[in-house]
């Protein structure tokens, strides 16, 4: 997956692994902050629809579609202040028109930062893509 240029790079989420069936990726809690020195909610929400949407990429290959994000929400259970955070992406869902995963952060000490829900509609890929 080129990320040269992209919103992933410039958070510098790195994805560790990657399958329908769990997307793994840790980001950095430094840049990604809000003006208190805490781990912005949005970034959490950056990290939990990227993994999602790569699980749902690779699910809808199979079916010669694309994913696009259509829903997401996020519950932020603790403040984080530094190191990484590292989310896990599983299926909830996985069909032929939608997908939904549950997206879990955690921090160094592998305590819940937040818990997300992504759902991706999967469409025929546009041309030239």
Known sequence: MDIEGSLLQLMGIVISEAAPDRVVATMPVKGNTQPYGLLHGGASCVLAESLGSIGSALHAAAYGKVA????????????????????????????????????????????????ARITCQLIQAPAGS
Do not use: F, M, Q, W
């Open 68 to 115: 696009v994000g259509v829903d997401i929400n996020a519950t932020h259970h603790r403040a984080v202040r530094e190191g990484l955070v590292t989310g896990v992406a599983t299926p909830i869902y996985l069909g032929r028109t939608t997908t939904s995963y549950e997206v879990v952060i955690t921090d160094d000490r592998d305590k819940r930062v937040c818990t």
